[in-house]
C-alpha cells in the first residue's frame, strides 16, 4: 500500500443500522492507483455551500456529498451517480463544478450497505464484493428519498437531473425512466445491456422502446467494456420510438474520459460533453 495515499483512506466502521460509515469526497480508491494529478482537475468551494449531509433512507441515514451556491433559496438539482469506485475526490468535485452553474448538487453513497471501494485494491474486488451485491431496487428507493430531501432543502422539485459516470451512467438510463420528478439525465458511458439477475432485472436496451424523461448518452467509440453495436442498437430503438433521447459517440475516446485524474481522460471530449451536458439540462428545464 502507498502510506501517503493510506492517511486519505476513510475509516471503515458500520453503524448501528449495517452502513459502512466512511469520509465522502476525499481520497481514491486503491484499485485506480497511481493517480494522473497532472491533468487533475480541482473546483474550489469558494461561493459554495459543500460537503457531507446525512439523508434519511428506508433503512437508516445515507451519506451524500452536497454542494450548493451559498447564496439563493432555492436551485435546480442535479443528483450524482458515481462510478464503482464510489464518491471519492473526483465526483466531489463534479459537484462543486455543477454548484458552480448554479445547481444544488448531491452525490449519494450508493454502496454503504454492501461495502467501500476505496479499501480494495483491485476492480475485480470491487466488482464481485461489492457491485454485484448492490440490488437495483436499493439504488432507486434510496434515489426516491434524495428526491424527496432535495425538494425539502433547497431544492427545486420542478427542475431535477440525474446523471452519472460508468456504473452510475447505467442506472441515469434506469432512473430517469422511473421516478417522473426527473426532467433529464446524462449517461456518461453506461452499460446499455447485461447478464439479468435477481439485483439488475433489466438495463437500458431493455427500456429503449419506452423512455419517458430525455437521456443524453456520452460514449466514447473506442470503449472496450462497451461495443458500438450496443451503442448503435440503442440508438435505432430510441430513434425507432420517436425518443428524445439518443447518444453522442466521440470517435477517438475510450472508457471513463471524463475521469481526469485517471489516463483514460481525454481533455477535448470531456470539455465538450460537460457542455453539451449543461445544455441538455438547461433544454429540458432542468
Same mark, same amino acid.
Given at each position: 500500500?502507498?502510506?501517503? @495515499? ?12 449495517? @452502513? ?90 450508493? @454502496? ?26 436499493? =439504488? ?6 434524495? =428526491? ?132 441538455? @439540462? ?5
Amino acid at each position: 500500500m502507498n502510506p501517503e @495515499f493510506d492517511s486519505l483512506l476513510p475509516a471503515l466502521k458500520l453503524d448501528r443500522r449495517g @452502513f459502512i460509515a466512511t469520509a465522502l469526497g476525499g481520497g481514491f480508491a486503491l484499485a485506480v492507483q497511481p493517480i494522473a494529478a497532472q491533468t487533475m482537475i480541482e473546483t474550489d468551494g469558494e461561493g459554495l455551500t459543500a460537503g457531507t449531509v446525512e439523508v434519511p433512507v428506508a433503512d437508516g441515514m445515507m451519506k451524500v456529498y452536497r454542494a450548493q451556491p451559498a447564496r439563493g433559496k432555492t436551485f435546480p438539482v442535479i443528483l450524482v451517480i458515481s462510478e464503482i469506485f464510489g464518491v471519492h475526490a473526483h465526483i466531489a468535485d463534479l459537484c462543486r463544478r455543477l454548484a458552480k452553474a448554479g445547481y444544488l448538487a448531491v452525490a449519494p453513497d450508493l @454502496f454503504a450497505r454492501q461495502g467501500d471501494p476505496a479499501q480494495l485494491a483491485s476492480i475485480a474486488d470491487i466488482q464481485q464484493k461489492i457491485i454485484r451485491n448492490v440490488p437495483d431496487a436499493q =439504488v432507486e428507493s434510496d434515489l426516491d428519498a434524495l =428526491v424527496a430531501w432535495a425538494a425539502r432543502n433547497h431544492g427545486d422539485a420542478r427542475r431535477i437531473g440525474i446523471t452519472g459516470f460508468c456504473w452510475g451512467g447505467r442506472i441515469v438510463w434506469l432512473y430517469a425512466n422511473r421516478n417522473p420528478a426527473i426532467k433529464a439525465g446524462v449517461a456518461w458511458y453506461g452499460r446499455l445491456r447485461g447478464e439479468v439477475s435477481a439485483n439488475t432485472p433489466r438495463h437500458p436496451l431493455d427500456q429503449a422502446d419506452n423512455m419517458q424523461a430525455p437521456v443524453l448518452g456520452l460514449y466514447g467509440g473506442q470503449d472496450q467494456g462497451i461495443p458500438l453495436a450496443d451503442v448503435d442498437a440503442m440508438n435505432a430503438r430510441l430513434k425507432a420510438a420517436g425518443s428524445r433521447s439518443f447518444i453522442h459517440v466521440y470517435p477517438d475516446a475510450g472508457h471513463a474520459f471524463n475521469a481526469d485524474y485517471r489516463p483514460s481522460y481525454r481533455a477535448a471530449e470531456a470539455r465538450d460533453g460537460w457542455q453539451r451536458m449543461l445544455a441538455w @439540462f438547461r433544454q429540458h428545464g432542468v
